[in-house]
């Protein structure tokens, strides 16, 4: 049975483990398609889909084109549509802010992207790009092309990443293994980053046609190790001993290429990628408010969440106001003070439909009363169904009254007299200003997953801190950058983000944030092991471990997660007068 097993799996290697359409795959012909290839309707209504394999296709000479759907091309184009209305130019001059306008010198742009400024730009906001980017000092265009194509699985794997940062810095003399790599190589150092440079390589010293050199492309284009390179290496070592390339050089070109095998970039594709890339550091630099606006209006987008983005924009001085009934729409814009008011769009189960329609309400109702009471807005939601008006409530969106929030609840769901108090006669038992700052904080992440109050980690100093560890010693994200390298530390703050890369071997990289600012954790496989219960259950981490690399991104390789003495539930009993079951509680 066993023998028989091991020649079924050896027949299935290599077959698809599922059927699955290229989102922006096209198929052009001369003539309609159906008479060229079977093609059955897709799931998607009006849409169709080929029954044949991409590969399939290519082999036939049918013409396929793949177009790229990019997330931050929308971003971009609502940060250029909110200048606009803002009627802002490109600085000194009265030429409209476009893509094909951005000036590509910029030093303030560079500055910021040197300084790993990047959280929420395009390619290179990763942990690897912004653990990089200090080290590399990117201070050219081309400088980004190699830094989005570098940052990949196959180039990782090859072992090419450190070589080419020591080359960058000048630690390390830049050398070629073949007098005829050097002009395929000088422009990265020496170091093969592009699917392009490695098919010349190919080509120059093992001896390859231009239709072999276009099958190890393909072979390098995998999103996932195939073992397609391996089928080359005999061809290519062959070759290199004909241009009299010496074993141990051979070796490591071969070496360079084999990480191909697990994802290597074309360069093409990565100057299209820095492109962007660029545009978006260069609005971040000179238009944070704007790009904000852009970037939260086109989620979900990039690696970090809405929360992360904004606490970053108030860290850096940004202003940036809550949602409110009398001054949000459905999207995010700037205002003329310069500051972000947030739509409704920020709020967690709030329809669009019938946002729109309430803000529709509310302006035909300023033409007749520029001063709106409460009372009058609070009628005007009844556009909204019960539950948006707990958002509403929840958000905090009436803070433009000056109004508790479970007294704007109260009047939102209790509202079917035509007499309706005064919220000022509408009293719930007062609570300390910790707790009820504590409770806002509930309420604003279960309504929008992002509070404007105090940080719940400056809340946690102050109430109930979980842990045995000392609160007061905690060394603070904003204080990391001033340790010296391997000096034993303890953080803790919210997770924001967690990482954990097929390159990485087995390693988690994890993003925490307290109300000082973001601090990077680095978990190794047997520390993961050993805490991967208390992680898988928690948003709050406290932990113990070294300081690595002093620089403006340091990061703490982890040897021990901190466990709660206790999980932190405040207030710990409904207050008096409510029982658990009511609605209000």
């Known amino acids: 049975f066993t023998a028989l097993w091991q020649h079924f799996v050896a027949l299935l290697k290599g077959f698809p483990r599922h059927l699955g359409i290229h989102s922006g795959g096209f198929v052009i012909s001369h003539e309609p398609l159906h008479m060229l290839s079977p093609v059955e309707p897709a799931t998607m209504a009006g849409r169709s889909v080929v029954q044949w394999c991409k590969d399939d296709i290519e082999a036939l000479g049918l013409f396929k084109i793949d177009v790229l759907a990019l997330g931050m091309l929308t971003a971009l184009r609502k940060t250029f549509s909110e200048l606009s209305r803002h009627r ?29 400024r990047t959280t929420g730009v395009f390619q290179i906001e990763s ?8 080290k590399v000092k990117p201070r050219t265009f081309y400088d980004i092309v190699i830094q989005v194509g570098i940052v990949r699985p196959g180039p990782i794997v090859s072992g090419i ?17 073949h007098p005829k790599l050097e002009g395929i190589l000088h422009r990265t150092l020496g170091v093969p980053v592009f699917q392009e440079q490695v098919m010349r390589i190919a080509m120059s010293v093992g001896n390859f046609s231009g239709g072999e050199a276009d099958e190890l492309r393909r072979a390098m284009g995998a999103w996932k190790f195939t073992g397609r390179i391996s089928q080359f290496e005999e061809k290519l070592r062959s070759g290199m001993r004909q241009n009299g390339i010496a074993d141990e050089f051979a070796d490591l070109i071969y070496s360079q290429i084999e990480g191909f095998s697990q ?45 992360s983005l904004i606490q970053e ?52 109702a300023l033409r007749t009363n520029k001063s709106p009471t409460l009372h009058d807005i609070i009628a005007l ?83 109930g801190w979980p842990y045995a560890f000392p609160v007061e010693n905690l060394t603070p994200a904003i204080a990391l950058r001033k340790k010296k390298h391997k000096t034993q530390v303890v953080v803790a703050g919210l997770i924001m983000v967690r990482q954990s890369p097929g390159t990485a071997k087995g390693m988690m990289f994890i993003t925490l944030e307290d109300e000082s600012g973001t601090l990077n954790l ?40 901190l466990p709660a003495l206790h999980q932190n539930k405040l207030p710990s009993a409904p207050p008096e007068g409510l029982e658990r079951n009511d609605t209000l509680w």
């Open 522 to 561: 680095v978990f190794r496989p047997d520390t993961l092991a050993r805490y991967r219960e208390i992680m898988d259950s928690t948003s709050l981490l406290c932990v113990r471990g070294w300081v690595q690399e002093n620089g403006p991104n340091p990061s703490v390789l982890v040897n021990e997660v």
């Open 161 to 177: 990443v450190p070589t080419y940062v020591r080359r960058k810095r000048g630690i390390e003399k830049i050398s070629y293994a």
């Open 381 to 463: 939601c009844d556009a909204f169904h019960a539950h948006e008006k707990i958002l509403l409530a929840q958000a905090n969106c009436f803070d433009v009254y000056d109004a508790n929030r479970r007294n704007i609840l109260w009047l939102l769901l209790a509202r079917p007299s035509a007499l309706m108090p005064d919220v000022d006669h509408v009293l719930f038992p007062e609570k300390s200003p910790l707790h009820e700052a504590w409770d806002n904080m509930q309420d604003d992440f279960a309504s929008t997953q992002s509070t404007f109050g105090p940080h719940p980690m400056l809340l946690l100093r102050n109430i």
């Open 127 to 134: 942990r690897a790009q912004m653990s990089m980017l200090p």
């Open 88 to 116: 802002i130019c490109l600085p000194g001059t009265l030429i409209p802010i476009r893509l094909d306008t951005i000036p590509g010198d910029c030093r303030k742009t560079f500055d910021l992207i040197c300084e790993a």
């Open 263 to 307: 994802y290597g970039f074309p360069e093409s594709h990565a100057t299209s990628f820095a492109h962007l890339a660029y545009a978006s550091c260069w609005l971040k630099a000179h238009f944070p408010i704007y790009f904000l606006a852009g970037l939260l209006n086109s989620q979900p987008l990039g690696f970090y969440s809405p929360h």
């Open 313 to 364: 924009a108030r860290h850096s001085g940004l202003v940036v106001h809550p949602p409110c009934v009398l001054r949000s729409g459905w999207d995010h814009y700037v205002t003329r003070q310069g500051a972000l008011q947030l739509g409704f769009r920020f709020l967690r189960g709030l329809t669009e439909e019938r946002s729109r329609d309430y803000v529709s309400r509310r302006q035909n």
